[in-house]
């Protein structure tokens, strides 16, 4: 009875570690995007498309007005919003009728907070990794910082669980090659990696991109680019015949 009674102990502790294990994630916490994370692309000075282009979520602009959201063929008139056949959600912008503004103002302060809260965290696992350059890289979960700009010339794996997250803090420019990938391994979830970029962002022509860009300037996507992700730019946001797909 007693060896039997050990048995059982020793199997439930084992039961218990693993399920701790499943629940836990490697690398830093999540950045909270708090409602800035209910947008595909959320912008503050325009977000023009051109080509045929597909967004799988919400877009929305503010402080500027939609005449600053170009190519999309909104429909009219507007109310709180406005639809577009290259969006599959709401388009909004900061001069639509009320509760609009109020709900765009908070998303783009969400947004600020978040990109402040991806730049400041501090006691990175790595720096200056590559010089900037990751090409070819596997990188596992946690806080990865570069006093410079970073670039993906053809690929780029992340390997790690369901849980696991990856900061990326970038003080100039993130710059990803025509036909380039950032792959995503063992069960990575884009909504868990943040790209925060001091500068520009931009995906070549072809690349397929994943992750959530907090971005201080402008975030581009050059033709043929698929994103699953967020563009989250404190500018502008550019596409050129290109999907992005909000996770």
């Known amino acids: 009875m007693k060896n039997i009674t050990r048995l059982l102990s020793i199997s439930l502790a084992t039961v218990v570690l693993s399920a701790t294990a499943c629940g836990s994630n490697d690398g830093p916490d999540n950045v909270e995007l708090g409602s800035s994370g209910d947008f595909a692309i959320l912008a503050k000075s325009g977000i023009s498309v051109t080509g ?36 599959t ?92 990938r950032v792959k995503l391994s063992g069960g990575v979830k884009a909504e868990n990696v943040y790209w925060q970029v001091a500068g520009q962002a931009t995906i070549g022509t072809t690349a397929d991109f994943s992750g959530i860009i907090l971005c201080k300037t402008l975030i581009t996507l050059n033709t043929g680019a698929k994103m699953t992700g967020r563009a989250l730019a404190q500018t502008a946001v550019t596409l050129n015949a290109t999907a992005l797909t909000k996770p």
């Open 52 to 87: 045929a282009s597909l967004i799988v979520g919400d877009v929305g602009l503010s402080p500027a007005a939609a005449d600053d959201i170009t190519g999309f063929g909104l429909t009219a008139p507007a109310t709180t919003f406005t639809t577009s056949a290259l969006v």
């Open 89 to 180: 959600g709401k388009v909004w912008s900061a001069d639509y009728t009320a509760p609009t503004p109020a709900k765009l103002t908070a998303a783009v302060s969400a947004m600020e907070t978040a990109y402040t809260d991806a730049a400041g965290r501090t006691s990175p696992d790595h720096t200056e990794l590559g010089a900037g350059n990751i090409d070819g890289m596997t990188l596992s979960a946690g806080l990865y910082k570069w006093g410079t700009g970073v670039s993906i010339p053809t690929s780029v794996t992340l390997e790690g669980g369901s849980n696991d997250v990856f900061i990326f803090q970038i003080a100039q420019n993130l710059t990803v090659g025509n036909g380039a």
